[in-house]
């Protein structure tokens, strides 16, 4: 059983230009979290979703950044015309349910803005 | 609102010496609490959780934690250190409220050295 997948594993951007990033989650999982690691420091939740639905996105900034999980396909990460500050690692997680289901991380994506 | 302390940035330990690392927690509800390991480039591995139940809860490759409530606390341990457990150690809570349990908030990690 693949684990949660994540691509690009690396993604260099200039400024000004939009990041996608993508997750599949582990076969059976319906629920994508979205968590981001700045430098020396620990991850920060952002969004949770469903499929086709957005449940809590109380971590996400209020401009630029928009997450998506459709029927079809994996959920997407997009930041638009993206800033030296957004330069982090960007982990999505997934789990079965949320009552008493841990969340399995995959191995992120590493956004870099020059 | 819920909030994790993880003590010391970084420690170090001699191989074979007791691990400890430690993690303090607010929470107004009765929490979930992870430890979760990272090692270099990689994502987050679940090392153990605590829901209900026993307050002593034994994780993989040998690592242990205790709740505490009273200390609001849920320390890591393993008695013997190993060169392999060198890594990134994150302290999480969940809220478990309404029956449901979601975002986890991460503590700011310790870095974990083992010298030989």
């Known amino acids: 059983n693949a684990g949660v997948m994540q691509n690009p594993r690396h993604l260099v951007r200039r400024r000004g230009q939009e990041a996608r990033l993508r997750c599949s989650p582990m076969?059976?999982?319906?629920?994508v979290y979205w968590y981001r690691q700045l430098p020396e420091e620990g991850l920060k939740f952002m969004v949770y979703l469903q499929k086709e639905n957005i449940i809590d996105e109380s971590g996400m900034p209020k401009e630029r950044f928009s997450a998506e999980f459709p029927k079809e396909g994996p959920s997407i990460l997009r930041i638009q015309q993206v800033v030296r500050g957004d330069s982090a690692a960007y982990f999505c997680?997934?789990?079965?349910?949320?009552?008493?289901?841990?969340?399995?991380f995959g191995p992120g994506t590493r956004l870099t803005v020059t | 609102a819920q909030s994790v302390t993880q003590l010391g940035s970084h420690v170090s330990v001699s191989e074979g010496a007791l691990v400890l690392l430690r993690c303090n927690y607010s929470?107004?509800?009765?929490?979930?609490l992870f430890w979760y390991v990272q090692y270099p480039n990689q994502g987050l591995q679940l090392l153990l959780k605590y829901t209900t139940g026993a307050t002593l809860v034994k994780g993989i490759n040998g690592f242990e934690a205790e709740f505490k409530k009273s200390e609001t606390s849920f320390h890591l341990t393993k008695p013997s250190a190993h060169m392999s457990d060198a890594a990134e150690y994150f302290c999480?809570?969940?809220?478990?409220?309404?029956?449901?349990?979601?975002?986890?908030?991460f503590g700011s990690g310790t870095q974990l050295t083992v010298l030989p």
């Open positions: 997680a997934s789990s079965r349910g949320t009552v008493n289901y841990e969340q399995y």
């Open positions: 999480a809570v969940s809220l478990l409220s309404s029956g449901s349990a979601r975002q986890l908030t």
């Open positions: 076969k059976g999982h319906s629920h």
């Open positions: 929470s107004s509800v009765p929490p979930y």
